[in-house]
């Protein structure tokens, strides 16, 4: 490949992962692999490369797009009155109401969900009852695969499209398309940051090995308003058994919670309450007790802020399944906004200590230190970081 063509992708640092630029490929040069830290990152091949740069012009890191708005911002608490759809999210049900809403339009529905082998990755469903795999948080990075390309493909036929994943993904969705299509709903999530496709992979491995698992019928990171990892599997002796573990006591919780994130999630551009990419914004609303006490039943609250017009009719639209606070919350005022704005502008240097562990230990000391006898594992996680931070 001559100067020339010379290819310059996002930096490992900055790459978010999104795989616009594999998308957008003309010859599918571009590959998504995954790195030492369990990551997916782009790869080209050289050889069949023909520099057209595509994957330059596409990328949002690299060439950054604007989908300038006049609209205010909006925000709001919500409670889905369907009191088992409520039960089965982990918030206030938001997300199942614009999903049923859209496939009664005759759209689809994108959003992440478990494969067979129990990775997250993209897809989409046409169908209510296919809305179930796509409920509850994921802390880990989805793998987008062709979604972008199945997105744009139903827009041009015509099709409404929700598209609901973390901001980077939205923003990698609208450079891959270049417009902005009447018929494409864009929902991103309030995101504090993705982990290791790869630690979880390990994770789960390890964890079938301890607990002499057959076969996983079903897993969940959040059950509701409560954070526990919990595992339905079948036992050596065709048994069906609960695994479950608070953030506390579960090794993959504990390390994520201290923030083992990829590394463009400390200083990522798209974590702004002025949303330029999604037409909604959808997660957890923090502090209900103290704004919202009429609320306050512990069974999940979504914080819904409304970036465009489309987004404020396609609110009106499905407000009847809701109960929502009556007074709309100005986006700066309200401690609960402000809860919000401070976790999605949540910026800062990645520890040292965290690259040294996924780079080094997770073949070796992640799953030797992990899974011993549970009543040392907080011990030995604390020590394990200890001995990390000595070499810093």
């Known amino acids: 490949m001559t100067k020339q063509r010379k290819i310059q992708l996002a930096l490992h640092d900055t790459c978010t992962g999104c795989a616009a630029c ?8 571009i590959s998504m692999k995954e790195d030492r ?49 409520r039960m089965r999210s982990s918030s206030g049900g938001m ?30 469903t046409e169908s209510t009852e296919g809305i179930e795999p796509f409920m509850r948080s994921k ?20 099709r409404q499209v929700l598209f609901v994943g973390t901001p980077c993904q939205i923003g990698g969705l609208k450079a891959y398309l270049k417009k902005d299509y009447d018929n494409l709903f864009a929902v991103d999530l309030i995101c504090h940051g993705v982990s290791s496709p790869g630690v979880w992979k390990k994770h789960l491995e390890n964890l079938q090995c301890k607990l002499n698992c057959k076969k996983i019928k079903d897993i969940s990171f959040r059950q509701n ?19 479950k573990k608070d953030t506390r006591d579960d090794a993959y919780y504990s390390y994520y919670t ?17 949303n330029q990419y999604a037409d909604l914004t959808i997660g957890d ?4 007790k103290d704004d919202h006490q009429h609320m306050m039943d512990n069974k999940g609250v979504s914080a819904v802020i409304i970036h465009t017009i489309k987004a404020e009719k396609t609110f009106n639209n499905i407000q009847d399944h809701f109960i929502i606070d009556k007074e709309k919350m100005g986006i700066i005022d309200s401690r609960y906004n402000y809860a919000i704005a401070r976790a999605l502008n949540y910026k800062r240097n990645r520890p040292f200590h965290v690259s040294n562990f996924l780079a080094q230990y997770i073949p070796l000391a992640y799953m030797r230190i992990i899974y011993m006898h549970d009543k040392w594992s907080i011990i030995i996680k604390r020590k394990t970081i200890k001995i990390l931070k000595h070499y810093v």
């Not at 595509?54 to 950054?64: G, V």
């Open 22 to 29: 594999a998308s957008v490929c003309p010859t599918g040069s």
């Open 37 to 85: 830290e369990g990551f997916l990152q782009p790869h080209i091949d050289t050889k069949t490369c023909i520099g057209c740069h595509k994957c330059e012009k596409t990328c949002p890191i690299i060439t950054p797009i604007k989908i300038p708005t006049d609209f205010e911002t909006q925000a709001y608490a919500a409670i889905n009155k369907d009191e088992a759809v």
């Open 95 to 124: 997300f199942h109401a614009l999903a049923k809403w859209t496939i009664e339009q005759g759209g689809v529905v994108f959003g992440a969900r478990f494969n067979d082998q129990w990775e997250v990755v993209h897809d989409y």
């Open 139 to 158: 802390y880990v990075q989805s793998r987008i695969g062709d979604t972008f390309k199945q997105a744009k493909q139903f827009l041009d036929a015509g």
């Open 225 to 243: 308003i409560n954070y526990n990892l919990t595992i339905e599997y079948l036992n050596n002796y065709n048994k069906w058994e609960v695994y």
């Open 258 to 274: 201290r923030a083992i994130f990829r590394t463009s999630c400390y200083k990522c551009p798209f974590r702004t309450i002025y």
């Open 285 to 288: 609303c923090w502090n209900v």
